[in-house]
């Protein structure tokens, strides 16, 4: 298995939600959160390179995500 190692991500401190997509099918969902920041890892079956998406919604429904 393969780790994803990804830097921390830090939402504004208004999000009431994070959406993490590890481009593998298996997309890890986080939320409602009121933290200004959260760490996390992905255990991949198989090699391969992936581009992770972050996406974060605030209280209005307003949405940005950033890929890495």
Same mark, same amino acid.
């Given at each position: ?5 990804? *830097? +921390?991500?830090?939402? /504004?401190?208004?999000?009431? !939600?994070?959406?993490?997509?590890? &481009?593998d099918?298996? *997309? +890890?969902?986080f939320? /409602?959160?009121?933290e200004? !920041?959260?760490?996390?890892?992905? &255990? ?25």
């Open positions: 298995n393969r780790l994803a190692n990804v *830097p +921390a991500f830090q939402p /504004p401190s208004f999000s009431t !939600s994070s959406i993490i997509d590890f &481009a099918g298996s *997309p +890890a969902t939320g /409602p959160t009121s200004k !920041s959260f760490d996390f890892a992905h &255990a991949y079956a198989q090699s391969g390179s992936y581009t992770i998406t972050v996406t974060v919604t605030d209280s209005d429904e307003r949405s940005d995500s950033v890929t890495h």
